[in-house]
């Protein structure tokens, strides 16, 4: 029977962050060992499982060439190191419910490839009131990158074209941020760009992500 591993981790400056600007950037979030394997668990993938990305969800999803064209698989807990994985993030996810009361419900994520030159043009990964994404999640799974290799993740406030964060992918950063409040791209890359990306989820689509109270964090 296989077991997952419970990870000792202190996640005080992701709530803090969550609950002040709603946004956080964390480096080496993840030990080298840990993203060494996730980086593994997706290197030895059936190419057939990663799949064009697509746009929307569900019956309504639909790929968009002129919009993204990275590949995805998503993670199902079928590898220890998925299990790791989805474990550490049931553990914050435990922890924002307890400090922020935010109702998160479930989490689900996935890896994504980006090749020399893919992209995903600026977008929010939900709207208000018509979607229950509340908190996004991206992981950083590359080993050495450079400024001159791109695939920066640009984050924007809310109607404004100025970039707030310029993010390089480096590995075992952690980017997290309020899925309404946020633009985002990715730039284009000249190496394969490697991700999880991720999304808290509630119940309720029509309650808003403002509903997260500012309480002391102990």
């Not at 077991?3 to 002040?20: M, P, S």
């Not at 946004?23 to 996730?38: C, K, N, R, S």
């Not at 697509?54 to 998503?74: F, L, P």
């Not at 406030?157 to 899925?179: I, W």
Request: hydrophobic share 40%; with cysteine; glycine share 6%.
């Amino acid at each position: 029977m296989n077991t997952v591993v419970r990870l000792e981790h202190d996640f005080t400056r992701i709530v803090d962050a969550i609950a002040g600007p709603g946004i956080g950037l964390f480096p080496d979030f993840l030990d080298a060992d840990m993203v060494a394997a996730l980086r593994h668990d997706l290197a030895t993938l059936p190419p057939w499982e990663l799949t064009p990305a697509g746009i929307g969800r569900e019956q309504r999803q639909q790929t968009n060439e002129q919009v993204r064209t990275d590949k995805t698989r998503w993670l199902d807990g079928d590898t220890p190191i998925q299990r790791r994985y989805l474990a550490l993030m049931a553990d914050l996810q435990q922890q924002l419910n307890r400090q922020l009361f935010m109702g998160l419900k479930d989490y689900e994520c996935h890896y994504a490839l980006y090749q020399n030159g893919d992209f995903y043009k600026k977008h929010l990964d939900a709207f208000r009131g018509r979607s229950n994404r509340r908190l996004t999640t991206v992981l950083y799974l590359n080993e050495d990158w450079q400024a001159t290799d791109g695939g920066e993740l640009l984050i924007y406030p809310q109607r404004s074209k100025t970039v707030m964060h310029r993010v390089l992918p480096q590995a075992g950063t952690l980017v997290c941020f309020l899925s309404e409040d946020f633009p985002h791209e990715v730039l284009p890359a000249s190496r394969d760009r490697l991700s999880i990306a991720g999304w808290f989820r509630i119940d309720d689509p029509v309650a808003p992500a403002s509903r997260l109270q500012s309480t002391p964090v102990i």
